[in-house]
């Protein structure tokens, strides 16, 4: 550190002599540093480090002589410059897209003005292509107002390139025309050499033919600052040398890390929040939509251990009091993604205070080591629920409900026409809690069988462990550890106990990145309803529809991936949505669909997914309820007793059919049970249909039976087990391109909005709906309202939401 210090002073005194700024021996088309918003906008689109530099020149030791500051993001630059006044320039960088061409295809422009004269500054444009690692070429047009257009083109080639270590030797040659020299045609060319060593070391050169110019660039990176000098050497008409140039600091968002000493190895805190949610719930007013949530998005969450298991300073992860929700669907994905971040060498740790049932499993599995603290629990009981049935407390109030379903396994209903579990939904549940626990059993077994004091399920049967100790004598924690202690025991496993939650920023060195396929991911996630969506709680009919028509119509998607987290609803709804992802394989614009379900995806959320050309479901994701409900209250005997009379007017023999004021007769209910069979062959034949089975196979499947991921891939109702990583894989060779695949969201959006997040403000408000109990109550209340105009329904058990938490 003292060393870079004394070198940061001797770049800013190598200046000396030097007079104001001159970045004209600077290649347009090699240039992508803090200079790139005035060398050439373009670019900024080629990396997203963000950066803050100064600059100063000097005239002998007058250090009132100019200076600038430059302040770099991703995609913008903004210069202020004191050289005989204030100069500003403001820049903009962008890459054109992400396809084979157009991912190295680069467009800027550039605002330069003297201060208090905004209105008559310079506009400069710019573009820069990088077609393969070797070959760059560049080009600035600059539109002075009180000057003709100038022209500049430069071409930059690498007969040398290790852009992994950072060995880099590149030759350019830039020339100008137009301008104030419109009258000699082109200018003599500039011409240079630029080398950089170990990711570190530049040393470059430049040779201004037409101005017989001499250019020399020297810079110094240490962790997340550069220090550097430019200085052009010019011979003077008394055969004298001028030097004209500055020195330069340039330090990144990490630089505060840097200066306080913070040593390179890092332990990565995942800060997975909340709930993790495909999307986070969202609310469209106007051009504003405003997220409400404080959830942790899958995606997010993937990309992040992903980042982690090839960023070399990352050396493990850590998990502190981490009691997040997820099902066990999508504690699978993360953990399938954990044990490859595992397999570089790379350490998973966990401290809690309280551990909770299914966060223990999913701790138990991937993690090095588990520590407790001293005074906490492990809440350890295995997989159960219960079911309410308010059939009586309905006939206390008078109130009948019609219960029409397909099947006996179709039970979405029965909470509100049955007193107790019937025979046919306990031996749908305790099939599903069955295969679920066995699945919970593996993972604890898998990752921590060796270190406990008997069987998993002994262990499990003599939870929950209220004494800490009960829980290290029975192998269940590595030891008890107080919060101060912690960072001992960091340093003991990670060699470090520095804990982040970001990355720092990394140079890319390639000039050409390979071409992307666009897939557009549309998630579906909620109750299925007619009309318009709310993303992240319910899935619209016109919303949805509308997001998978948009991408199929849209040549730049390649394919579509639709991510269904729903346990179904409105069997209108469905269908619709079903529709439109047929069309993806039958109509015009054909593009490859995968179906990769979430937590659940039953009944009508099985129903959307059918038409897909690959369907992946995790082990533990619940699917099939292949059935149809039909659910009608009925107000007659409430009517009866508090002394309301209904008296009907009827032109048409059924004009009064299904009538919630009085008792339906005979012929109805038959009508309807009708209604109810159709709509459930309508099902088990699309079904049939697009997974090339006969209706009498699909159809033992079927009659509303409730299947894991597992049985469903022995039962040929899916084709796969994973998660996103298996999705992208199957498209990939789907697509067959040799590309990666860029993943693009799609919503049904009319328009684009601003996003705005409010949890920060909000969540506090809503603290009491943390009650599962409670939240499950009103998420049953909410479904019922927003299909109370459906009668007929394609709708999974509710307490199958109950499974996974």
Known sequence: MKKFLIITLLFVTFGLFAEPFDFNNTSVAAHEDFLSGFVNPAALGTSDNSSLTFLKSYEEID??????????????????????????????????????????????????????????????????????????????????????????????????????????????????????????????????????????????????????????????????AVIGSIS???????????????????????????????????????????????????????????????????????????????????KGIFFKNTNFGASLAKRQEILTALKEFKETGKK???????????????????????????????????????SPYIKEMLDKLSIDFYNFRSHPYKTAGNMFSETEM??????????????????????????????????????????????????????????????????????EEFGTKKVTKGFSEKYDYAWSKPGLDKVAVIYASGNIMSGKGQAGKTIGSETTARAIRKARKDPEVQGIILRVDSGGGSALASHIIAEEIRLCKTGKNQKPVIALMSGVAASGGYYISTWADEIIAQPTTITGSIGVIGMVPNLAR?????????????????????????????????????????????????????????????????????WTGNQALKNGLIDKLGGFETAISSMEEKLGSGNKIWLATYDGSDKERLEISLNAMTSPLFSWYNSSILKSVLEINDELKVNSDEIILYKSPYNLNLVND
């Open 63 to 224: 250090f009132t002589s100019p200076y600038a500051v430059i302040f770099k993001e991703e995609g913008f630059s903004y210069l202020l410059e004191s050289d005989k006044g204030t100069n500003q320039t403001i820049a903009s960088g962008f890459n054109l897209g992400k396809g084979k061409i157009t991912r190295n295809f680069y467009l800027g422009s550039s605002w330069s003005w003297k201060s208090g004269t905004f209105k008559e500054g310079a506009l400069t444009s710019s573009f820069l292509y990088r077609p393969i690692n070797h070959l760059s070429l560049g080009y600035v047009l600059t539109h002075p107002n009180d000057l003709k257009p100038q022209h500049r083109g430069g071409i930059a080639i690498r007969p040398f390139a290790s852009t992994s270590m950072g060995n880099i030797v590149e030759l350019t040659t830039d020339a100008s025309w137009g301008g104030m020299n419109e009258d000699r045609g082109f200018i003599k060319p500039i011409v240079g050499v630029n080398t950089n060593f170990l990711g570190g070391i530049s040393l470059g050169a430049t040779y201004n033919i037409e101005e017989e110019e001499v250019g020399i660039r020297f810079s110094l990176s240490n962790l997340n």
């Open 232 to 314: 052009n050497i010019k011979e003077q008409s008394d055969n004298s040398k001028k030097n004209i140039g500055y020195g330069y600091v340039s330090l990144n968002s990490d630089i505060m890390g840097m200066i306080k000493g913070t040593e390179r190895k890092k332990i990565l805190d995942l800060n997975i929040t909340g709930t993790v949610v495909d999307e986070n719930t969202k609310f469209n007013i106007g051009f504003i939509s405003l997220k409400m949530d404080n959830n942790s998005t899958m995606l997010e969450i993937l990309k992040k251990i992903e980042k982690a298991k090839n960023d070399p300073e990352i």
């Open 348 to 386: 998973v740790v966990f401290y809690y205070e309280n551990i909770s049932n299914i966060n223990y499993a999913f701790a138990a599995n991937i993690g090095d080591k588990i520590y407790l603290n001293p005074e906490g629990m492990v809440q350890l009981v295995g997989i159960g629920g219960a």
């Open 422 to 491: 019937t025979d046919a939904e306990r031996e749908v549940m305790e099939r599903l809690y069955g295969d679920l626990y066995a699945e919970m059993v593996e993972m604890i077994r898998e990752g921590r069988g060796h270190k406990l004091a008997g069987t998993v399920t002994d262990i499990i049967d003599n939870g929950p462990y209220f004494i800490p100790n009960d829980a290290l004598r029975n192998g269940l924690v590595d030891g008890l550890v107080e919060w101060h202690e912690l960072d001992a025991k960091l340093e």
């Open 638 to 706: 409430l009517s009866n007793k508090v002394g309301v009379n209904w008296s009907e007017v009827k032109f048409g023999k059924n004009s009064t059919s299904l009538s919630l004021t009085r008792e339906w007769t005979a012929d109805e209910k038959e009508m309807f049970k009708g209604f109810i069979k159709a709509s459930y062959d309508r099902f088990v034949n699309t079904v049939a249909d697009s997974r090339g089975n006969s209706y009498e196979e699909i159809n033992k499947l079927a009659m509303g039976q409730v």
